[in-house]
């Protein structure tokens, strides 16, 4: 006998408690055994996920509550990544919208909400972070209603169900004034308010792939819905190509999920959610069917890359020193292999060999790309992140962001100043009543490149910033991008604190003394708007005096750290960050170095 099923997503803002929720769910199901260690964010099961704190890949889990088999996927938060959610989205039949109590819908809740509505998904809204200081639960349901009106959301979508849940705490209640225990009452509105999956048994087989995994064991593994018919382990089953091509295969392993792990399986009928082997070839929104009368299901679209940056082969003095793969060869198998399952990424090769043209949906996506090669033990060069643009009936066009701020006070004036520079316009301004101020600005998506260390800076640390995707509008003229000249090093070998301390009044540093450098590294910025070389690999010139002040303890001002995404913003369009395992460098282009 098979369980009644439900297929439900999970969405929310980027560190609105999403996977926090998802764990407490998973707790009070009862799939892990008693006294069994459990670790926090137990779906963010890549390292960077853990690390930063955010969902980067849609995943699935499945919890049975009263004799329902609950498919729960989870999906990134933040808009760089909504290539993952767009497929997941027509997996499932309902979805959990989360909010936070305190700052109500946010810019890429917006984003996700609006493919879930495009599908005729029908919300439910729960209320979370309910035990935090200045939350204002209904105040937060009220935006989350203007932002279903906004969006364009039917009379039935705008009647949708709320709860007020804590995830940290582990409960859910439907009414404010309730004792929260468990998280019982979102189980039982998941039964209420998601319908069960649409799907005849009796017709003939149709599963859509929208995530590809890779196994030693098995190659390449294939998650999807069985929209339509039967799959049986072993049987023989024909995959309909995007181009219209038919490859038949064998199902070679079939997959089930309960908790998180997954599950053999004999057979699994229309509505399941299943993991299946045996199909190589297969990619994403391409359907697995019948081989006697193949029926394909039609092809997920996923919205385009708005941001692109060249890939190279390092060609600096240090290169080769501290990567593993470093050939052209490599670098482009490497990035041909994460288009399996990166459908939101682009991949074109130039005219040079050495070069490829990397396309994504933002600094974001393009970072933790690169983040994983170089711990993977690639070593390559990226430029300076372009927009893409294109034409609209006939007009050239650039993509925009809607971009919210959330700022002290004080810091309004230099923010809107600055994105006044940077062709943004202010749509509106909200005053708190905590010394805070929230901003919502229409922006160019180039506007955007190397503004969040400067917004930092703007707001002494204390700014949050958070944007997504709007739409290709006409382009908006020039875009002012001030910043100053940076410091070169002149020679290579090794820096010292005495060139450092004597050039320190020329700007700030970017390295230590003792950093192994090369002509045309950048070392630092300098105070003025022109780029200048220094020699930093100067020693002092020892005598057999000894001064008076030897004695004295001095110290270099502490150098600004060059994480991977603020080397990325702060780059020019004649420099590259040069990436490997161990470091992450600044540098001017090999051409321009020539001509100086």
Do not use: W
Not at 358 to 365: A, I, M, Q, T, Y
């Amino acid at each position: 006998m098979t369980l009644p099923i439900r297929n439900v997503a999970i969405i929310a803002h980027v560190d609105h408690g999403k996977t926090t929720l998802v764990d407490a769910l998973l707790k009070q199901s009862g799939i892990f055994r008693e006294g069994e260690e459990v670790p926090t964010c137990v779906m963010d099961s890549n390292a960077i996920e853990r690390e930063r704190g955010i969902t980067i890949l849609a995943k699935n889990t499945a919890v049975k509550y009263k004799e329902t088999l609950i498919n729960i996927v989870d999906t990134p938060g933040h808009a760089d990544f909504g290539g993952e959610v767009e497929r997941v989205l027509g997996m499932v039949d309902g979805c959990i919208l989360i909010v936070d109590a305190n700052e109500g819908p946010m810019p890429q809740t917006r984003f996700v909400l609006k493919k879930a509505l495009e599908k005729g998904l029908r919300p439910i809204v729960v209320v979370n972070k309910i035990d935090r200081p200045q939350a204002d639960p209904y105040g937060a349901i009220d935006k989350v209603l203007d932002l279903f009106l906004e969006l364009g959301a039917d009379d039935d979508q705008c009647e949708f169900p709320y709860l007020f849940a804590s995830g940290l705490s582990g409960y859910a209640k439907d009414k404010l004034d309730d004792e929260g225990k468990d998280m019982q009452p979102l189980f039982e509105a998941i039964l209420r308010h998601v319908p069960p999956p649409v799907g005849d048994v009796n017709k003939l087989l149709q599963l859509q792939v929208t995530t590809l995994d890779y196994s030693d064991y098995l190659g390449r593994i294939i998650i999807g819905r069985i929209h339509n018919g039967t799959i049986k382990m072993g049987q023989q089953a024909a995959l309909v190509k995007e181009t219209g091509e038919i490859v038949k295969a064998k199902v070679t392993k079939l997959m089930g999920f309960e908790g998180l792990k997954r599950i053999e399986l004999a057979e699994a009928t229309a509505g399941n959610i299943v993991a299946v082997a045996g199909f190589a070839d297969a990619n994403i929104g391409e359907t697995i069917t019948c081989p006697d009368e193949p029926q394909a299901l039609p092809l997920i679209k996923v919205d385009e890359p708005t941001l692109q940056m060249t890939f190279s082969v390092n060609d600096s003095p240090f290169s080769g020193q501290e990567g593993q793969f470093v050939t052209s060869r490599q670098l482009r198998d490497r990035l041909m292999r994460e288009l399996e399952t990166n459908v939101a990424l682009r991949v074109e090769e130039t005219d040079s060999p050495d070069k490829f043209l990397v396309s994504g949906r933002g600094e974001l996506h393009l970072g933790i790309l690169i983040e994983n090669m170089r711990r993977e033990g690639y070593e390559f060069q990226v430029s300076q992140p372009q927009v893409i643009y294109r034409e609209v009936n006939g007009q050239p066009c650039e993509p925009f962001e809607f971009l919210v701020l959330d700022v002290p006070e004080d810091s309004v004036g230099g923010c809107i100043e600055r994105l006044g520079q940077r062709k943004g316009e202010m749509q509106d301004m909200q005053v708190g009543g905590n010394g805070r101020t929230q901003l919502e600005f229409v922006i160019p998506a180039r506007g955007l490149i190397g503004f969040r260390g400067e917004f930092m800076r703007l707001t002494r640390g204390e700014g949050i910033m958070n944007h997504s995707f709007l739409d290709y509008r006409p382009l908006s003229g020039e875009v002012e991008l001030r910043r100053n000249g940076v410091l070169i090093a002149f020679e290579e070998g090794v820096s010292t604190f005495y060139a450092m301390k004597n050039a320190e009044d020329r700007g700030v540093f970017f390295i230590t003394p003792g950093t192994k450098v090369y002509k045309g590294m950048i070392v630092g910025e300098n105070n003025r708007p022109q780029d200048l070389d220094l020699n930093i690999c100067k020693t002092k010139q020892l005598t057999n005096h000894r001064a008076s002040s030897g004695e004295e303890l001095v110290q270099l001002q502490a150098p600004v750290e060059m994480s991977l995404e603020r080397a990325l913003e702060y780059i020019g369009s004649d420099e590259l960050v040069e990436v490997t395992p161990k470091s992450i460098r600044l540098r001017k282009m090999a051409k321009k170095l020539a001509k100086r």
